[in-house]
């Protein structure tokens, strides 16, 4: 089975938590958050920023959003 591209939205406590379970097992992740700094570990671990939320779409075949606020 071929893993999927994963795209998170939101790296707050949550997201970060599961994107860094997600590359940890091997699955290329991709990530946006508002403030770039938050996700700056994810990116040091293998995970690949993107500038937009449609960037972020475009490369990704599954996306989870976990954000707190609108």
């Given at each position: 089975?071929?893993?999927?591209?994963?795209?998170?939205?939101?790296?707050?406590?949550?997201?970060?938590s599961?994107?860094?379970h997600?590359?940890?097992?091997?699955?290329?992740?991709?990530?946006?958050?508002r403030?770039?700094?938050?996700?700056?570990?994810?990116?040091?671990?293998?995970?690949?920023?993107?500038?937009?939320?449609?960037?972020?779409?475009?490369?990704?075949?599954?996306?989870?959003?976990?954000?707190?606020?609108?």
């Open positions: 089975m071929t893993k999927k591209t994963i795209g998170f939205v939101g790296t707050g406590v949550m997201g970060k599961m994107a860094t997600l590359i940890n097992n091997g699955y290329e992740v991709n990530v946006y958050n403030t770039k700094s938050k996700a700056d570990e994810l990116v040091e671990i293998g995970a690949t920023w993107c500038d937009t939320i449609a960037d972020l779409s475009m490369t990704s075949d599954v996306i989870i959003s976990i954000v707190g606020y609108p």
